[in-house]
């Protein structure tokens, strides 16, 4: 399993490096997204792209593939100096792109997905075998005739790397990969990786998450606000070390409570259902949790398998017929709305900041009415608005959780997803709910602000209050949570301590095997 | 060379204040070319368009007459659009709330007590809202398109007022014109002064007034705003989207209801087939001209104001057809939408092709 041991195999290619990027400078407004980066990758090279949000790797793998110009720079290809005026001219080069948010059809085939993708007048029963093939080739087990709509995230991502690797790339670009998959699933696309290394393509690899850069990648480019900080060989660094590379300055480690005894349970659902009338929503069914006080419940699971309807429903944004389905602080409220739920003292966060959880068009200290107009201190009176409370919420944000920006009351939609992550999470923790509910916290967050987002979850939980947190990123979840369920198809499994649960457990249960994955667990790991 | 348009990270509040002037000013130059290719001197049209109308006493109470209902009508569209409720019916909701009101001197010639005058108005704004509840109904429970719902159903409310005054509400004494009984006494808006201004015109103000501090400053203009913009962010507030559907659309047809009664206690004195040179179709332009602001709606109601009587004096004085009018509304409405697009967005000139790597 171990591909790190790897070394690049075309490193006695006598053209020595397959894609060089010197000097790129690419300029938006008054924004350097670029600003003298140069990347060299070698045939048969796993290579990381690394850095924060906004450090640039999106705009320098854009620049790559031919979806934007630099504004100044150059690019060989092969030792030969190329222009890559667009993506097809990207693709004639053998340059293939996996991208993180997927371009597919869900009405369509995966053959007839991969077709639209590949020049007209192909016969589809040819393109068909000849998906089969590459797929089983390369450990990507896909059925050609299957409707997308029908396929997990995973699959959808095997159909795009499929896709690139029908055209017989030299180089393929990964965006995020695992961002979307299981363990197990992250696991084999690393077997796939390493086998397209071995036959000498290169892959330009970005990530966020370091142990797996450390794992698969051979090199390693770091940037940081558009500026190329280090080149460096992820085999000799740590993941801390890569992480302060990436910050600029030591990352805070959080301060876990964990060990404490949690006391009466403040959040319940019971033998919760809720069929949903969305087409791509999913049904939750049959759900049991209990969150405590004094303690932090993580569910962790592939995005799509009912976190948002799971949100929904305790928020009140949701509201059942089965009042006693829902229970805070011990009294029935399945019927309340969010509303109703605030003034129970909890508190929500929803994973989209932008149009959800913050109005992007308002200013902070209206976005701070959004949630606290029926609570809160004084907000809002007798049906008014008080302008003067809602700033000085916005300035207690804005000091306890290092919100930064331009001015002191900027529209939501000025600020850097990091720091609007800060003020959304903020602008509930300053409530002192005794419960919060938070959707994904630290989703495309830099690291600096991840880290005052988990140390202030923790702390709630410290002076007694009960939070859940339903994320995607298990490193985060076994940092803070002191128990994980995990959800699956709108199903979720019993709530164990954190300890009990490892990788491969969390793995099996987000691929649907609920409570019986401790006698199916070895069968399952070799399907 | 070419142009591009960059997004802004905020919207300028320069530009929102700007646009409108820049909208103006595209308009009178479009203007302009279009007397001169009538063959007219278009420096002499645009004066008797644009400044006769305000240089006299007489015009300028004329104008506050064409303004009030504008500008009543305007400040309802304008909370309604900043919900993103689309009420383009007020015509429909003016010509029934006119008709609720003159029920009463109809049905009641002879009945005159200052309570007359108060019931009618009252009436007028019930109509309205009673009318304008059809599409919101419409909307909540089906998800119809309020859109059309509210545009047809102008046509049924002019129609419905053409039968009744040519039919069971012509005045008997009225030799077959298509009339109702002429209002007096309380059926009549008491006058302001010795012109035709009546106290239509106080209503627009303390409509405006009462309107910009609930949308300035209470949490009913807020949840307004927020439904208008993300009515998720709506949800996840607490806040309900068909319960604002309602509230606009109740508020706008009632303040169009009163602006439809006003007309005809006022200026008219009594029910005609036509009592609205479209004012409920030019608020429109108004709640947009005045940034959806009610303040801004009191000036832009004065502007579309000159521009009906700029149209009356240019038929009279340079022969040409009164709907130049709409035309000038129209385009002005047009420039305006156009501009509105620079308050998020800024033009940038970019020249030749950008940098690349040579081949």
């Known amino acids: 399993m171990n591909e790190s041991a790897l070394s690049p195999a075309g490193s006695e290619n006598a053209a020595g490096t397959l894609l060089e990027a010197r000097h790129i400078v690419k300029i938006f407004g008054e924004l350097r997204a670029n600003d003298d980066v140069t990347l060299k990758l070698k045939p048969g090279e796993i290579h990381a792209l690394l850095g924060e949000n906004g450090a640039g790797k999106s705009t320098l793998v854009k620049i790559i593939y031919g979806s934007l110009q630099p504004t100044s720079g150059e690019l060989y290809w092969k030792g030969e100096p190329v222009t890559v005026a667009n993506p097809a001219a990207a693709r004639d080069l053998g340059i293939g792109m996996v991208f993180q948010h997927f371009s597919l059809f869900d009405a369509l085939t995966v053959t007839e997905n991969i077709a639209l993708a590949l020049p007209p007048g192909l016969d589809m029963a040819d393109l068909a075998a000849r998906i089969q093939t590459v797929s089983a080739d390369y450990g990507l087990p896909l059925r050609p005739d299957a409707l997308v709509a029908d396929l997990s995230v995973g699959e959808r991502q095997r159909i795009e790397i499929v896709r690139c690797l029908l055209q017989e790339p030299r180089l393929l670009i990964m965006d995020e990969p695992t961002a979307v998959l299981t363990p197990q699933e992250a696991d084999q696309l690393f077997v796939t990786l390493g086998r397209l290394a071995r036959e000498g393509c290169g892959v330009l690899y970005i990530s966020h998450r370091l142990e797996e850069v450390k794992r698969i990648c051979h090199d390693a480019t770091i940037l940081r606000h558009g500026k190329l900080v280090a080149r460096v060989d992820p085999q000799q660094e740590t993941a801390a070390s890569l992480a302060n590379l990436m910050v600029g300055s030591e990352v805070a480690a959080v301060k876990t409570a964990k060990g404490r005894a949690p006391g009466e349970p403040l959040l319940e659902l019971v033998n919760f259902s809720m069929a949903t009338d969305d087409p791509f929503g999913m049904s939750l069914k049959n759900i049991n949790l209990t969150v405590r006080a004094g303690e932090i419940v993580a569910v962790a699971g592939v995005a799509g398998n009912g976190q948002g309807e799971l949100f929904a429903a305790i928020s009140g944004e949701s509201v059942t017929a089965d009042v006693s389905a829902v229970r805070l602080s011990g009294e029935a409220c399945g019927g309340e709305n969010i509303t109703m739920r605030r003034r129970r003292n909890a508190a929500f966060v929803p994973e989209e900041r932008i149009g959800h959880g913050a109005v992007p068009n308002f200013t902070l200290s209206e976005n701070v009415v959004l949630t606290h107009h029926a609570i809160g201190e004084g907000v809002v009176r007798n049906g008014l608005i008080n302008r003067l409370a809602a700033h000085a919420v916005n300035a207690k944000i804005t000091e306890m959780f290092d919100v930064r920006k331009g001015t002191p009351d900027p529209e939501a939609r000025a600020l850097s997803g990091g720091n609007l992550q800060k003020f959304v999470v903020g602008r509930e923790v300053v409530l002192q709910p005794k419960i919060l509910v938070v959707n994904q916290p630290t989703w495309g967050v830099d690291a600096g602000a991840a880290a005052i987002i988990r140390q202030a979850l923790i702390d709630l939980v410290r002076g007694g209050s009960a939070v859940l947190v339903i994320s995607q990123d298990l490193d985060e979840i076994f940092e803070i949570a002191d128990r994980i369920a995990v959800i699956s198809r709108g199903e979720l499994s019993e709530a164990d301590p954190a300890e009990d649960m490892s990788l491969e457990r969390i793995g099996l249960l987000m691929a649907g095997a609920h409570e019986k994955a401790n006698q199916v667990g070895e069968t399952a790991t070799t399907a | ?359």
């Open chain 2, 1 to 359: 060379m070419k142009l591009i348009l960059e997004k802004r990270s905020e919207q300028s509040r320069a530009m929102a204040l700007l646009s409108p002037l820049l909208a103006i000013a595209i308009t009178v130059v479009i203007g302009g070319i279009i007397f001169a290719s009538l063959g007219l001197d278009p420096f002499k049209a645009l004066h008797v368009y644009f400044v006769e109308p305000v240089t006299s006493l007489w015009s300028i109470e004329e104008l506050i007459v064409k303004a009030a209902p504008l500008v009543l009508i305007g400040a309802g569209l304008a909370i309604c659009y900043s919900a993103n409720v689309w009420n383009i019916g007020a015509e429909g909701q003016l010509t029934i709330g006119a008709l609720f009101g003159s029920a009463i001197p109809v049905y009641f010639t002879t009945w005159q007590s200052p309570l007359t005058l108060v019931l009618m108005l009252v009436l007028g704004g019930v109509g309205g809202a009673l009318f304008a509840a059809i599409p919101a109904a419409l909307k909540n429970r089906f998800g119809a398109n309020e859109i059309l719902t509210s545009l047809m159903l102008v046509y049924v409310a002019q129609l419905l007022l053409d039968w009744l005054v040519r039919g069971p509400w012509r005045d008997p004494k009225g030799y077959n014109f298509p009339q109702s009984v002429p209002f007096e006494g309380w059926q009549l808006l008491p006058l302001l002064g010795e012109g035709r201004v009546h106290i239509g015109a106080i209503f627009a103000v303390i409509a405006v007034i009462a309107l910009a501090i609930m949308m300035g400053r209470s949490l009913r203009g807020f949840e307004i705003r927020v439904i208008g913009n993300s009515p998720r962010a709506g949800a996840f507030a607490g806040f309900d989207q068909k319960r604002v559907v309602w509230f606009s659309f109740l508020l706008s047809g009632a303040l169009a209801g009163l602006a439809g009664i006003c007309e005809v206690a006022g200026p008219s004195g009594e029910l005609q087939p036509n009592i609205s040179p479209g004012y409920g179709f030019t608020a429109i332009i108004v709640a947009f001209l005045g940034r959806l602001n009610p303040i801004g709606v009191l000036f832009a109601g004065i502007l579309l104001a000159i521009s009906y009587l700029g149209g009356e004096a240019a038929q009279v004085e340079l022969g040409i057809s009164d709907k130049t009018a709409q035309v000038f509304q129209g385009m002005l409405l047009f420039f305006i939408l156009a501009c509105d697009t620079l308050i998020l967005y800024r033009v940038k000139i970019v020249s030749g092709r950008p940098a690349t790597a040579k081949v």
